[in-house]
């Protein structure tokens, strides 16, 4: 086990790493980030527990869509979000023939690449900026008329005029990935507790000691606080040290593809005089995942008529055909935003308190990378390069 994980890490480094063996792992949070720093942590030999309050992986990561689209995705003040993007995408090959391996699941990785249209002229406006700003990162992306577009897609609508083309942005079937994870983490010997809810982290002279759960304090060596974007309501956080997310509502909804409507690549529309941008996700079994809007409702995850009635707007105007489709599910999630949109990642000022949370948007892109850089810190100490720019000190 220990072995394979290590895989071409230096002797020095398995050394330090086995100084850790045994180590106890607390985790407060059943999501992606959660279960995949879990995975990581009990295939180098801790002892890890998951503490979930509902069924692990049934929040954001469920509600999400499972692009993995650092390029099409991309602000371009966001450079430091946009390197992490990209790593975490360049590491999911890897990561996915591990974890499929691991499980023996199938997480429905694709590398058919995404085609970003503009449906009208204000959109295609809209689309040359934002393919100025991605020239000016140098990322690769190819500028498309329409008609070439509709060589890729021959399903999109004869409107579009003009289209971004990124291989390099791909999708995974997040549903699966969280069932594969979920194996992976037992099999590797982790244990996860479901319909537990951490009440307290228990923290004395400013180190943190356990969690308590069912008026029970369970202590471990380290606790790692992923729980999305409830991370910040837990008890026994002192206010310097609460990460400062937020839960920002993405409406969704998914129909069934038929025989002649069956989309390959993923699509994004951004609407510039819609309230919503809207993505189509098309997956391996034929169901066609379409978001998403963005609302700063709090905890409330009602669906209503004018969040759906945007994303069917949008998603007809790109892609006519769709209009006969059954709708087979709606649903809504929390994205854990932080104040600059990046995730919280490290050390904090409270001993033994490992953050990961505030993936907002890019939680199922980040998850390779936050699982290896985070398990690395919680085995060795040391925060990495790549997770430095990252840290709650940043907001302080
Ligand atoms: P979650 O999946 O929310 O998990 C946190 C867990 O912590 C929950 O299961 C919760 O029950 C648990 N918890 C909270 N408090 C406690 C407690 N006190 N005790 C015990 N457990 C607790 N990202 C992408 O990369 N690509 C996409 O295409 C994409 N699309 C998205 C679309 C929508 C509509 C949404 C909402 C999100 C999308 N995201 C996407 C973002 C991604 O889903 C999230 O960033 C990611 O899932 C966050 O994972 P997490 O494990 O931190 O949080
Ligand atoms: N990354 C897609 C979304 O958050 O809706």
């Known amino acids: 086990m220990i072995g394979k994980w290590f895989g071409s890490r230096s002797i020095i480094t398995m050394s330090i790493y086995k100084a850790h063996l045994n180590k106890r792992i607390i985790i407060v949070g059943g999501g992606v980030i959660g279960l995949g720093i879990g995975w990581q942590l009990a295939k180098a030999g801790c002892i890890v527990s998951i503490y979930e309050r509902n069924l692990a ?4 990561s469920w509600a999400a869509a499972g692009m993995l689209a650092p390029h099409a995705e991309v602000h371009f003040e966001e450079r430091a979000l946009l390197k992490l993007g990209v790593q975490s995408c360049r590491m999911y090959p890897e990561w996915v ?3 499929e391996t691991d499980s023996q699941m199938n997480v429905g990785y694709r590398a058919e690449g995404t085609l970003i249209v503009g449906v009208d002229r204000d959109d295609a406006r809209e689309l040359e900026h934002l393919y100025e700003s991605q020239q000016l990162l140098e990322l690769k992306v190819e500028w498309l008329t329409g008609i070439e577009a509709r060589e890729m897609e021959p399903l999109l609508s004869p409107k579009i005029t003009a289209a971004i083309w990124s291989k390099d942005d791909h999708q995974v079937d997040n549903r699966a990935m969280v069932g594969a994870l979920t194996h992976a983490y037992r099999n590797a010997g982790g244990t996860l507790h479901e319909n ?35 991370s910040s309501d837990i008890d026994g956080l002192p206010e310097t ?5 937020r839960p920002v509502k993405g409406q969704m909804l998914a129909l069934q593809m038929e025989e002649g409507i069956f989309l390959q690549k993923v699509i994004r529309a951004p609407r510039a005089k819609y309230p919503t941008d809207v993505y189509l996700v098309p997956k391996a079994d034929g169901r066609l995942i379409i978001g998403a809007t963005s609302e700063e409702m709090g905890f409330d995850t009602r669906l209503t008529a004018g969040g759906l009635f945007e994303l069917l707007r949008g998603t ?15 649903w809504a999630g929390l994205r854990p935003a932080s104040r600059d949109n990046a995730p919280i990642l490290g050390e904090t000022d409270v001993e033994n308190l490992i953050m990961a949370t505030g993936h907002y948007r890019n939680g199922i892109l980040l998850t390779p990378v936050t699982a290896r850089e985070i398990a690395s ?6 925060t990495s390069d790549t997770i430095k720019p990252f840290q709650l000190s940043r907001f302080v």
Do not use: M, Q, S
């Open 57 to 60: 992986g049934r929040a954001a």
């Open 97 to 99: 023939a591990e974890l």
């Open 196 to 230: 537990i809810t951490v009440e307290k982290i228990e923290i004395v002279h400013g180190k943190a000691k356990g969690i308590w759960v069912k008026d029970k304090l369970e202590e471990a060596d380290t606790i790692v606080l992923a729980a999305g974007c409830w």
């Open 241 to 245: 040290v609460k990460p400062p997310v």
């Open 316 to 330: 007809w105007e790109a892609v006519p055909g769709i209009y006969d489709l059954p709708v087979i599910e709606t």
């Open 377 to 382: 810190l919680v085995l060795t100490g040391e």
